[in-house]
């Protein structure tokens, strides 16, 4: 398991890596990169809040085993982030 997480995690990395470079190639404004890497940002982080705001924020439904988001939830969370 300790060298999937390693081979993830370079994956990662590197596809990460490449991104970043690719997406600062083609700014529209070289001169002013803080405003659209700003906005290239948001479009990423934005869907993640706003799903789990979404999934926490559901009503309580007396079929499942406790207070709070269950596991169905949650599964729904990690689709909506990818």
Avoid: E, N
């Avoid at 596809?15 to 190639?25: I, K, M, N």
Wanted: a neutral charge; aromatic letters at 10%.
């Amino acid at each position: 398991m300790l060298h999937c997480g390693i081979a993830f995690g370079l994956g990662y990395g590197i596809y990460q890596a490449v991104d970043w470079a690719l997406g600062t190639d083609v700014l529209p404004h070289k001169d002013q990169p803080a405003k659209d890497l700003g906005v290239w940002h948001i479009s990423w982080v934005l869907p993640q809040s706003l799903a789990t705001i979404i999934v926490i924020g559901r009503p309580y439904d007396s079929r499942r085993s406790g207070p709070g988001p269950s596991a169905r939830d949650g599964a729904t969370a990690a689709g909506a982030y990818l």
